[in-house]
């Protein structure tokens, strides 16, 4: 192709997309339309390192300015699309401007969801961290001795909570449903976590919901919570999910379902029209998923960049994620949804253990905590579809290396 290429979105995606195009040879002009002032930096250390003063923006960058210009890559900041218009391949920016397109791709990632302004989720000292701004804001918060309220038991809440302990906070998480991470992880991976985070000071309270904030001032003071109890509080960090960014896709009559759906080669009910990243739901082992993770808005730019630039190969990960809360690393490969049995396997160093998960039988994923090896080791049994021997695995004075054997 030669027509102009239009990405909508300027986060992981979005550059891995056009920075891929472009080592491929691939010469077409490209549009990059990136709602955030800043150009495309990383996301993860925002509510880790950034957030603790540890790394400023510009070491986010992916790359520095002159990059775009020298690959011929017209980037607009502080820019969105407000309309597409598919029979015209068209679309209409927040300056006016028309632009069009031979190729679309949205990379339009997910949104923090927030509490509801009719339970005080509008109130001054609320937090989620989406961009750097919110953690330029939140860090001039998270001063020794505050009290901070965590909702939502997740991955990015817990993150949230072990940076606040380390500043000194006193921080006190709530989850809704029966365990932490409930969506996301084992009830054996969830135990470990909770014990981590109890170890540091954390008190974590499941099965709770929030009944409402209380303002004084107009900024929050303190919390009502499910079971009528209330709580003084500096400030409250939500972490309570995601929504992707589907809505112009869907207003444009693309198919949708929390997310743009697309076939195994990005493509949406639109051929002309890609999706990739967080807002993109693509068919995996026989589900339809949506993966939202920095490994996978790498892995699907680039393939469906290859695509792009001539390919056909579809798109087919082996999910890995990871997160960091106080000195633990907890890495996960493969994908645990729909597990019906697991193994706990104590690790060679102190601290250090990893849960394995089966379904039917087969491993499907491996969650590590401080356990490099177990990581490994997983990722490399699952990218060649195998499953160890079960009595070996369940032997902690078993070499893993031997499984791969």
């Not at 986060?11 to 491929?24: D, I, P």
């Not at 679309?104 to 009719?118: D, N």
């Not at 993109?280 to 790498?298: K, T, Y």
């Not at 491996?366 to 997983?378: C, H, I, L, P, S």
């Amino acid at each position: 192709m030669t027509g102009r290429l239009v990405v909508v979105g300027g986060g992981q995606a979005a550059f891995a997309l056009v920075a891929k195009l472009r080592a491929l040879g691939d010469r077409r002009p490209i549009t990059v339309i990136a709602a955030e002032e800043s150009l495309p930096y990383q996301r993860p250390p925002l509510s880790k390192k950034y957030l603790l003063k540890e790394m400023t923006l510009d070491r986010l960058l992916y790359r520095p300015e002159n990059w775009y210009a020298e690959h011929e890559i017209d980037i607009r900041l502080a820019m969105t699309v407000t309309r597409l218009d598919r029979a015209a391949k068209q679309v209409t920016l927040s300056d006016g401007s028309k632009l069009d397109y031979e190729t679309l791709a949205f990379a339009t990632g997910a949104t923090p969801r927030r509490l509801p302004a009719s339970i005080g989720g509008d109130l001054a000292g609320v937090y989620v961290v989406r961009d750097f701004k919110d953690a330029d804001q939140l860090a001039e918060e998270m001063r020794p001795g505050r009290r901070v309220l965590v909702v939502g038991g997740g991955y990015i809440g817990l993150e949230a909570a072990a940076v606040a302990r380390t500043c000194g906070l006193e921080v006190i998480v709530i989850e809704m449903a029966d365990r932490i991470l409930q969506r996301v992880a084992s009830a054996a991976t969830s135990a470990i976590v909770r014990e981590i985070h109890r170890s540091h000071g954390v008190d974590i309270r499941e099965r709770m919901g929030l009944h409402r904030l209380i303002g004084d001032g107009g900024r929050v003071s303190g919390a009502e919570l499910a079971d009528g109890s209330i709580i003084p509080v500096d400030l409250v960090i939500v972490g309570i999910g995601v929504t992707a960014n589907d809505v112009l896709a869907h207003d444009a009559g693309l198919d949708t379902a929390n997310g743009i759906v697309v076939d195994s080669h990005g493509r949406t009910s639109d051929p002309a029209i890609f999706a990739i990243g967080d807002c993109a739901v693509f068919p995996w082992h026989d589900m339809r998923v949506r993966l939202e993770s920095v490994q996978n808005a790498v892995d699907q730019a680039e393939a469906i960049a290859a695509i792009l630039a001539g390919g056909s190969e579809p798109y087919d990960p082996n999910p890995w994620f990871w997160s960091d809360q106080y000195d633990v690393k907890l890495q996960i490969a493969g994908f645990g949804l729909g597990h019906d049995e697991t193994l706990v396997r104590p690790g060679q160093r102190e601290g250090s253990v990893s849960v394995w998960y089966f379904r039917q039988g087969k491993l499907i994923a491996v969650d590590a905590v401080n356990d490099a090896k177990a990581y490994v080791t997983g990722k490399k049994l699952l990218e060649a579809g195998a499953t160890p021997n079960r009595a070996l695995l369940a032997d902690p004075q078993i070499d893993l290396k031997t499984l791969l054997a």
